[in-house]
């Protein structure tokens, strides 16, 4: 009996060699994005290479079963996003936070810097609201898809976007505050003329 189920792992992990092939020219054309995706959402390259790799593995391991693989990219998306949710749940993860280099906080007349500033605001948001704001705001998703990617309503969409961007306008208000004043007084200027 043991060996009979052996035998039927066994054959259920054999892949066609054209199946790998197929496989490699995905991961060839998509890796670069999930590999951003991953970046934003937690915020690290060491980690974000870790989730790529996770994600790529479970797509991986169910390509046989995948039937509609012209909408690779957003299963792809789909998959990047749960695994650092469900990543983000465990409590090992929260125990530490190593970085390879001490926190610095950018001058606010460095304009060259404001992505990187952005970035390390956007690492800062809780899991899900990180997560929703790259999907609806990097990957240009709508509600429904950005829902559907999480496994959430629309409404805890809208929500939890509200609130991270909310939270970040406060947060980047004080490296910002000057410019965007600035600029609103610069477009009052150019409506008067």
């Known amino acids: 009996m043991g060996d009979d189920i052996q035998v039927r792992a066994s054959q ?6 054209a199946d790998d092939e197929t496989f490699r020219r995905c991961f060839d054309d998509h890796v670069d994005n999930v590999r951003i995706t991953a970046r934003l959402l937690c915020g690290d390259w060491h980690r974000a290479e870790d989730l790529t790799q996770s994600a790529f593995l479970k797509v991986y ?31 090992w993860r929260r125990l530490e936070w ?28 809780p899991a899900r609201q990180r997560a929703v704001l790259v999907l609806r705001y990097w990957h240009d998703l709508g509600i429904e898809d950005t829902a559907a990617a999480l496994g959430c309503s629309p409404g805890t969409v809208k929500s939890q976007a509200f609130k991270a961007l909310a939270t970040l306008r406060a947060r980047l208000r004080t490296q910002f505050g000057e410019r965007l004043v600035a600029t609103s007084w610069a477009s009052e200027v150019e409506d008067d003329a």
Not at 12 to 17: D, E, H, I, L, N
Not at 71 to 85: H, K, P, S
């Open 12 to 17: 259920a992990s054999v892949r066609a060699p």
């Open 61 to 91: 391991l169910a390509w046989p079963r995948l039937t509609d693989r012209d909408r690779l990219a957003g299963y792809l998306r789909q998959v990047v996003v749960r695994t650092f949710l469900s990543e983000r749940r465990r409590l």
């Open 98 to 125: 190593l970085t390879d280099s001490t926190p610095e906080t950018p001058s606010p007349d460095s304009t060259g810097e404001d992505r990187i500033v952005l970035v390390e605001a956007l690492a800062t948001l």
